[in-house]
C-alpha cells in the first residue's frame, strides 16, 4: 500500500463512471475474459466506450436485475470474469436472493459495482437511495464488500480484483466526488488506511464520509482537539487489528456511515470490537427512508456533514 493524501479536498478530475468506463476497457484489452454486464444502465454509467471497443463482451441484460446475477453466474461457470453494475438498490436489495444463491452459495466470482450510493443518490430520491444495501451484502458468506472514496482508489480495486477470484461487492458514487488520494495512490484490499494520527478519539469512515471526516478533524484541530482518522474502505472483512490498535491508543471509536446506522460500516466496527472495552458510536442514517433533494440538503438533513462528526466528537470526549 503507498498512500498519498491530495493537499486541498476539491471535485476529482474524473467521476467515478468514466473511472469505470475507462478502467474496464484497459482491463478489457489485457485479459480476454473480462465481460460487462449491465441492466439498461450503460448511459447511467457512461460504459458506451467499453461496449464500442468490445462489443461481443458487454452484455445489457435490460431492467432485469435478478436475471443478471444469473447470466453472470453462468459466464463464470464458463471461466469468464464478470464485472457487473446497477445502481445499489437494484444490485443489492432488488438482486438479493439470485445474487445469494447463484453466485455466493454457488462459490462463484464476480465483481458487483453499486452505484449512486446512499445520499448522492440525490433527486432520484426514496426508491433509488440505497441506505441498505451494505447490510444486505455483508451477509453474504465469504463476499468481499467495499466503499470506494474517491476515482483513484477505484482504479486501483478495480484493477487488484481483476486479478483476484472472489465474490466482491464494490460501493460507489456514480459521478462527481472529492478527491481524496494522489494519483498512483495504492490499497490493500483487508486492510484500512490511516490518514491522521491523534489521541483524543479515532475517525473511521468510508466513501465520501472520508473527506467530511478530515475536514472535520481539521475543524476539531483548531479546538485542540487531535483525532485519528481510518478510511476503511474494505468493510467486509474489516481491519480488525487495526481497529484493536486504535481502540487501545485513543479514548473512542466514532463511525462515518453514509448509510443505515443498521448494518452497514458502524454495525460492522461494532461486531469487530465486541470483545474489546472501547466505547464506539455511529454516525449514520438513523433508520429511516430516503428522499428527495440535492446531496447538500441530504448530508444535512441525515446529519452526515463535518460540522455533525465535530458534534459527536465533542459530545463523546
Same mark, same amino acid.
Do not use: W
Given at each position: 500500500?503507498?498512500?498519498?493524501?491530495?493537499?486541498?479536498?476539491?471535485?476529482?478530475?474524473?467521476?467515478?463512471?468514466?473511472?469505470?468506463?475507462?478502467?474496464?476497457?484497459?482491463?478489457?484489452?489485457?485479459?480476454?475474459?473480462?465481460?460487462?454486464?449491465?441492466?439498461?444502465?450503460?448511459?447511467?454509467?457512461?460504459?458506451?466506450?467499453?461496449?464500442?471497443?468490445?462489443?461481443?463482451?458487454?452484455?445489457?441484460?435490460?431492467?432485469?436485475?435478478?436475471?443478471?446475477?444469473?447470466?453472470?453466474?453462468?459466464?463464470?461457470?464458463?471461466?469468464?470474469?464478470?464485472?457487473?453494475?446497477?445502481?445499489?438498490?437494484?444490485?443489492?436489495?432488488?438482486?438479493?436472493?439470485?445474487?445469494?444463491?447463484?453466485?455466493?452459495?454457488?462459490?462463484?466470482?464476480?465483481?458487483?459495482?453499486?452505484?449512486?450510493?446512499?445520499?448522492?443518490?440525490?433527486?432520484?430520491?426514496?426508491?433509488?437511495?440505497?441506505?441498505? #444495501?451494505?447490510?444486505?451484502?455483508?451477509?453474504?458468506?465469504?463476499?468481499?464488500?467495499?466503499?470506494?472514496?474517491?476515482?483513484?482508489?477505484?482504479?486501483?480495486?478495480?484493477?487488484?480484483?481483476?486479478?483476484?477470484?472472489?465474490?466482491?461487492?464494490?460501493?460507489?458514487?456514480?459521478?462527481?466526488?472529492?478527491?481524496?488520494?494522489?494519483?498512483?495512490?495504492?490499497?490493500?484490499?483487508?486492510?484500512?488506511?490511516?490518514?491522521?494520527?491523534?489521541?483524543?478519539?479515532?475517525?473511521?469512515?468510508?466513501?465520501?464520509?472520508?473527506?467530511?471526516?478530515?475536514?472535520?478533524?481539521?475543524?476539531?484541530?483548531?479546538?485542540?482537539?487531535?483525532?485519528?482518522?481510518?478510511?476503511?474502505?474494505?468493510?467486509?472483512?474489516? #481491519?480488525?487489528?487495526?481497529?484493536?490498535?486504535?481502540? #487501545?491508543?485513543?479514548?473512542?471509536?466514532?463511525?462515518?456511515?453514509?448509510?443505515?446506522?443498521?448494518?452497514?460500516?458502524?454495525?460492522?466496527?461494532?461486531?469487530?470490537?465486541?470483545?474489546?472495552?472501547?466505547?464506539?458510536?455511529?454516525?449514520?442514517?438513523?433508520?429511516?427512508?430516503?428522499?428527495?433533494?440535492?446531496?447538500?440538503?441530504?448530508?444535512?438533513?441525515?446529519?452526515?456533514?463535518?460540522?455533525?462528526?465535530?458534534?459527536?466528537?465533542?459530545?463523546?470526549?
Amino acid at each position: 500500500m503507498s498512500v498519498k493524501l491530495k493537499k486541498e479536498f476539491k471535485t476529482a478530475d474524473k467521476e467515478m463512471r468514466l473511472t469505470y468506463n475507462d478502467t474496464m476497457v484497459k482491463l478489457a484489452k489485457a485479459d480476454e475474459r473480462v465481460v460487462l454486464l449491465e441492466a439498461d444502465l450503460m448511459g447511467s454509467i457512461k460504459t458506451s466506450g467499453f461496449q464500442k471497443e468490445f462489443p461481443e463482451r458487454t452484455i445489457n441484460i435490460g431492467i432485469m436485475e435478478q436475471n443478471m446475477m444469473g447470466v453472470a453466474a453462468g459466464l463464470n461457470i464458463r471461466g469468464l470474469k464478470p464485472y457487473i453494475h446497477s445502481f445499489a438498490q437494484f444490485a443489492t436489495r432488488r438482486a438479493f436472493d439470485q445474487l445469494f444463491l447463484s453466485l455466493g452459495y454457488s462459490q462463484l466470482n464476480a465483481t458487483i459495482i453499486g452505484s449512486d450510493a446512499g445520499v448522492t443518490a440525490s433527486h432520484n430520491g426514496g426508491t433509488h437511495m440505497p441506505f441498505e #444495501d451494505l447490510g444486505l451484502v455483508r451477509l453474504v458468506p465469504n463476499m468481499t464488500v467495499m466503499e470506494m472514496s474517491d476515482p483513484v482508489m477505484f482504479e486501483n480495486i478495480l484493477t487488484q480484483l481483476n486479478e483476484k477470484d472472489m465474490l466482491s461487492y464494490v460501493r460507489i458514487v456514480r459521478k462527481d466526488t472529492l478527491g481524496v488520494y494522489e494519483e498512483g495512490s495504492t490499497f490493500d484490499i483487508g486492510k484500512g488506511v490511516v490518514l491522521k494520527e491523534g489521541n483524543d478519539a479515532t475517525i473511521v469512515a468510508s466513501g465520501i464520509m472520508v473527506a467530511s471526516a478530515l475536514k472535520a478533524s481539521e475543524k476539531l484541530a483548531e479546538e485542540g482537539i487531535n483525532v485519528s482518522v481510518i478510511d476503511m474502505f474494505t468493510i467486509k472483512p474489516i #481491519d480488525e487489528a487495526l481497529l484493536h490498535e486504535y481502540a #487501545d491508543k485513543t479514548k473512542f471509536i466514532l463511525t462515518c456511515d453514509n448509510h443505515n446506522i443498521i448494518g452497514g460500516l458502524g454495525s460492522a466496527v461494532l461486531e469487530a470490537l465486541e470483545s474489546h472495552p472501547v466505547k464506539v458510536k455511529r454516525l449514520g442514517v438513523k433508520d429511516r427512508f430516503g428522499q428527495v433533494g440535492p446531496q447538500d440538503f441530504l448530508e444535512k438533513e441525515y446529519e452526515l456533514t463535518p460540522d455533525d462528526i465535530v458534534k459527536a466528537v465533542k459530545e463523546n470526549l
